[in-house]
């Protein structure tokens, strides 16, 4: 009898013993200080938060909500943020397709900015003719393919393909139900106003894809797989009872 109760207590020293660390700390409170101490690791100055901030409210066009957090911050933004404000205009003139006026505004904004950026100039010269082809004015399109593309297309053998992909749309009584009817539609005038926005933050100086929206991803991919592995860990330390 008393051999049974002397192996009884030995059990519930041992359950008891992998509730606590090899320091004598139980393991609840080990945990608990492992993963405050992993969060402060991952913790960054508020000054580089800040910044994080301004970087992508300027990215994403918000001048009015950047000046705002200008002043109460104290954060100063990297660019004039009325080239941000011209940024954001010109591309709702190239989602309306209305390619010359943006034109004039990239012009305005940086007189030398198409220059250093052929591709950039051969991608309006190119949306310019499909807004041409959306209103049926083929001969009007063909006269602007003639004067303003065909240089492009002598330069580069990609040009020249995209502008003969292009030009194959008017061989359709119906543009928009060709094999390239997208070309004419609402998500193209989207893509170019993309591109041509990206061109002007990189010649800005400007982060393309903000970092503050995938370190905030990443916070909460590293603190799941933190949850996970703690799970794990306490699942392995148990006893049967």
């Given amino acids: 009898m008393q051999r049974d109760i002397t192996l009884g207590s030995s059990n519930h020293q041992l359950g008891a013993a992998a509730d606590v660390g090899f320091d004598g700390t139980p393991t609840n409170e080990r945990r608990f200080h492992k993963k405050r101490s992993s969060r402060r690791r991952m913790r960054i100055s508020k000054e580089s938060m800040n910044r994080l901030v ?34 954001m205009s010109i591309q709702q003139l ?18 030398e900015f198409l220059e250093k950026n052929s591709g950039m100039d051969f ?21 602007f393919a003639i004067k303003n593309l065909a240089p492009f297309g002598q330069k ?30 609402q998500a193209q005038r989207r893509r170019v106003a993309d591109e041509v926005n990206s061109a002007i933050l ?3 100086k400007q982060e393309l894809e903000p970092l503050l929206p995938s370190m905030v991803q990443q916070f909460h991919y590293m ?11 306490s699942q392995g330390i148990r006893r049967p009872r």
Wanted: net charge neutral.
């Fill in 156 to 185: 580069s053998p990609q040009f020249l393909h995209e502008i003969e992909r292009t030009m194959s749309v008017i061989a359709f009584k119906n543009p928009s139900e060709s094999p390239l009817g997208h070309l004419l539609g």
């Fill in 202 to 204: 990189r010649s800005q």
């Fill in 54 to 87: 301004m970087d992508y409210l300027v990215g994403k066009g918000y001048r009015e909500v950047a000046e705002a957090f200008w002043r109460d911050s104290g954060t100063k933004p990297h660019v004039d943020l009325q080239s941000v404000q011209e940024r």
């Fill in 123 to 143: 991608l309006l010269a190119k949306q310019e003719l499909i807004e041409l082809i959306k209103v049926h004015d083929i001969e009007e399109a063909l006269q």
């Fill in 223 to 233: 603190e799941d797989q933190l949850e996970a592995k703690l799970s794990r860990r």
């Fill in 94 to 111: 190239l989602l309306k397709g209305q390619i010359q006026k943006a034109r004039g505004k990239l012009a305005n904004m940086d007189p």
